[in-house]
């Protein structure tokens, strides 16, 4: 159990990606801090699945933040994960949903890092990790913000490693293409509507489409990754932004 010993901070963790992070990282050992809206009782039983504590924080605003890092206290390994989308053609683009994701896709990870590090530097390692997306790569018509966002981590994760290369903390980006989760289907009825495409064509035509390998990517596939990159082996890798695309941006 190699992470004994850490504590993990995982936001966006009570569905999707981050639980499926939460868990990898809890079965080698490490004390899992939890982040995220849903039911309080589902939340309870992931809290008791994973002997977690769960700090209940909105990341659309610095003092989201701060207050979800005053709860979490020191941590060894920041899983920058919370995530949302908006599909729509950008004159039709709601400014305050730009705003939200902006604020939570890309500025959540600077104000978590921002008070995170400290305790790293004076521990004398840490882990930063970021869930960006295919689209930190590339883009795809009706996700201004979501796109504009996920670039901008790979820019601000970049910057991380070079800072605290001596630190031994890195920072690093996981991009997956589409993943079966909450998040992907919430997008369905949108992309229904801007495309004029029934359910089913979104699934093959436009999401799997850009998968060469024609399957969704498992969350546990991206747990993996991070759990990697926590390890001694990866001390060397920093500032890089690993897909997990089936091939999308290969093309
Ligand atoms: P999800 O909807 O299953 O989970 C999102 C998590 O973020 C939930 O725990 C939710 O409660 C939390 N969250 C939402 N708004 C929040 C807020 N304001 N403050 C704090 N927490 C908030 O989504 P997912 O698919 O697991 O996505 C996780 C990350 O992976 C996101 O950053 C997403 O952009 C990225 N990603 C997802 C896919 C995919 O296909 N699902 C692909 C590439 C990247």
């Given at each position: 159990m190699f992470l004994e010993g850490k504590r993990a901070l995982v936001t966006g963790?009570?569905?999707g990606i981050g639980l499926a992070i939460a868990r990898a990282m809890a079965a080698e050992g490490a004390e899992l801090v939890l982040n995220g809206f849903g039911e309080a009782g589902e939340i309870a039983a992931l809290c008791n699945e994973l002997s977690a504590r769960h700090v209940a924080a909105d990341l659309t605003s610095a003092a989201g933040a701060e207050q979800l890092m005053d709860g979490a206290g020191p941590v060894d390994i920041l899983v920058n994960n919370a995530g949302m989308q908006h599909v729509a053609p950008v004159e039709e683009f709601p400014p305050e949903r730009w705003d939200a994701i902006i604020a939570l896709n890309l500025s959540a990870t600077f104000h978590t890092a921002r008070l995170a590090v400290p305790h790293m530097k004076a521990a004398g390692w840490g882990r930063i990790l970021c869930t960006a997306s295919a689209h930190s790569l590339t883009a795809s018509p009706y996700k201004s913000a979501y796109v504009a966002a996920k670039h901008g981590l790979t820019g601000l994760v970049k910057v991380l490693a070079l800072e605290l290369a001596q630190d031994d903390i890195t920072a690093n980006c996981i991009s997956p293409a589409y993943v079966w989760t909450p998040l992907v289907e919430a997008q369905i009825p949108d992309t229904m509507k801007s495309r004029g495409m029934s359910r089913e064509q979104v699934m093959n035509d436009v999401l799997l489409a850009r998968q060469p390998t024609r399957k969704f990517v498992q969350p546990e596939e991206v747990a993996a990754l991070a759990l990697f990159l926590c390890?001694?082996?990866?001390?060397?890798?920093?500032g890089a932004n690993y897909t997990i695309d089936g091939g999308w941006t290969a093309e």
């Amino acid at each position: 159990m190699f992470l004994e010993g850490k504590r993990a901070l995982v936001t966006g963790s009570t569905s999707g990606i981050g639980l499926a992070i939460a868990r990898a990282m809890a079965a080698e050992g490490a004390e899992l801090v939890l982040n995220g809206f849903g039911e309080a009782g589902e939340i309870a039983a992931l809290c008791n699945e994973l002997s977690a504590r769960h700090v209940a924080a909105d990341l659309t605003s610095a003092a989201g933040a701060e207050q979800l890092m005053d709860g979490a206290g020191p941590v060894d390994i920041l899983v920058n994960n919370a995530g949302m989308q908006h599909v729509a053609p950008v004159e039709e683009f709601p400014p305050e949903r730009w705003d939200a994701i902006i604020a939570l896709n890309l500025s959540a990870t600077f104000h978590t890092a921002r008070l995170a590090v400290p305790h790293m530097k004076a521990a004398g390692w840490g882990r930063i990790l970021c869930t960006a997306s295919a689209h930190s790569l590339t883009a795809s018509p009706y996700k201004s913000a979501y796109v504009a966002a996920k670039h901008g981590l790979t820019g601000l994760v970049k910057v991380l490693a070079l800072e605290l290369a001596q630190d031994d903390i890195t920072a690093n980006c996981i991009s997956p293409a589409y993943v079966w989760t909450p998040l992907v289907e919430a997008q369905i009825p949108d992309t229904m509507k801007s495309r004029g495409m029934s359910r089913e064509q979104v699934m093959n035509d436009v999401l799997l489409a850009r998968q060469p390998t024609r399957k969704f990517v498992q969350p546990e596939e991206v747990a993996a990754l991070a759990l990697f990159l926590c390890r001694d082996e990866a001390q060397n890798i920093t500032g890089a932004n690993y897909t997990i695309d089936g091939g999308w941006t290969a093309e």
